[in-house]
């Protein structure tokens, strides 16, 4: 084991419509700063990283990534050092003033910030050599951490899951925490994935991880595409935590559970469903989120 985690809670939540039950699988109570999807996708990518010797490693995101901001502290506290390759070289002068971006920072991790252009050819041969000549020798980590070590990890959702549920329902990035949870799902159950970016490739990316066919995509509820956020999704995160005592990102979950609510009022899901839905973490992005909403004189997640 990496480092201990802590356990993960299932809570029932009310719903408009009484004829469905729906829980949620606190998965961001896993750890302080490694929480939700990014412990279960880190965990064999960091065992992997010692079993092999490194003593570095690199990945790359946004500047309000989740993945970064966890890898980073991962890598602190395994005596590990951490390089992020950071899309929009904009950033590099006044990088202490996003919230995610310090933090990576306090916890040990060097920033190398590139153009948009540039980071599209991260993959790249030529790239990955440009880095290995800057940095030395690493352990490479994806975008968002989704590799088949991730999607192993991520399979270890459902573990602790004694009821037995007809749907379960996840926010998509990159695909690996679905691609688990397909895998550890059982044929009867449906798996629900409400991406939170436009566009029809993360189909393609997940069907490289997974047998089954028990799954499917609700492509209704990215609001505009990654990072973008309305009125009508911060009321309803507000409103969330308000009833329930459960915060919700605003990039992943707060999307996903929207939808989730949204399906319950249109009579998606059949009489007597039970649903799970997953908390994949990412609270930490809201800091850098109320950032922009107070920018756009929107009302701020509380």
Known sequence: MI??????????????????????????????????????????????????????????????SNHIAAVAAAGNYLGLCTIGVIRGEELKGNFLENPTLNFAEQHGMRFKFVSRAAYREKTSDAFLEGLKKDFGDFYLIPEGGTNLLAVKGCEEILEDISLEFDYICCAVGTGGTLSGLINCSKPSQQVLGFPALKGSFLREDIVKFVKQ??????????????????????????????????????????????????????????????????????????????????????????
Do not use: C
């Open 3 to 64: 480092f201990k985690p802590k356990k993960s809670i299932l809570e029932q939540v009310d719903v408009p419509n009484e004829n469905v039950q729906l829980y949620l699988k606190r998965e961001d109570k896993i750890h302080d700063f490694v929480s939700g999807n990014k412990y279960r996708k880190l965990k064999y990518n960091l065992l992997e990283a010692k079993r092999l010797g490194f003593k570095t490693l690199l990945t790359f995101g946004g500047a309000y």
């Open 213 to 302: 066919t028990n799954w499917d995509l609700i492509t209704d509820y990215h609001f505009g595409g990654y990072a973008k956020i309305n009125l009508d999704l911060i009321k309803f995160i507000n409103q969330f935590k308000q009833n329930t005592k459960i915060p919700l990102d605003p990039i992943y979950t707060g999307k996903m559970m929207f939808g989730v609510f949204d399906l319950i009022e249109k009579g998606f899901f059949p009489k007597g469903s039970r649903i799970l839905a997953i908390h994949t973490g990412g609270l930490q992005g809201i800091e850098g989120m109320n950032i922009k909403l107070k920018k756009m004189n929107l009302p701020i997640i509380t």
